[in-house]
């Protein structure tokens, strides 16, 4: 079956940077629109970023506009976040999605086609 497996999260001080990636298997990746989410701790999911199936478009949250970027690398299955700038606020469990329709729906929704398992990222003040 489909696998999104995530990596790069741990404990950093406000500031810092983290590089998220995401590894995908058993999809044909370049035919998906990727996409984190994150979820704080009491707090519902929400949509952070995410990448046409082609690399040219993007979209992010307004919280995280100017301080994330999310980029892929189609020949090796995989997309990235890079964090910068990272606040208290920014601490949650980031989730990589995959979903074949358009990137305007891909960040309106949470019904996507496949979720990661998610990794933990703490931003210490």
């Known amino acids: 079956q489909v696998q999104l497996v995530e990596s790069g999260g741990g404990l950093v001080q406000a500031g810092g940077s983290l590089r998220l990636s995401c590894a995908a298997s058993r999809l044909t990746f370049s035919r998906y629109a990727m996409a984190w989410f994150r979820q704080a701790p009491g707090k519902e999911r929400e949509f952070v970023a995410a990448?046409?199936?082609?690399?040219?478009?993007?979209a992010y949250a307004d919280s995280v506009k100017g301080r994330f970027t999310i980029s892929r690398e189609n020949a090796e299955n995989t997309v990235y976040l890079q964090m910068n700038s990272l606040k208290p606020e920014d601490t949650a469990v980031y989730y990589c999605?995959?979903?074949?329709?358009?990137?305007?729906?891909?960040?309106?929704?949470?019904?996507?086609?496949?979720w990661g398992k998610g990794t933990l990222v703490t931003v210490s003040s």
């Open positions: 999605a995959a979903d074949p329709r358009a990137l305007a729906i891909v960040t309106m929704t949470l019904s996507v086609d496949y």
């Open positions: 990448i046409s199936w082609s690399g040219g478009g993007t």
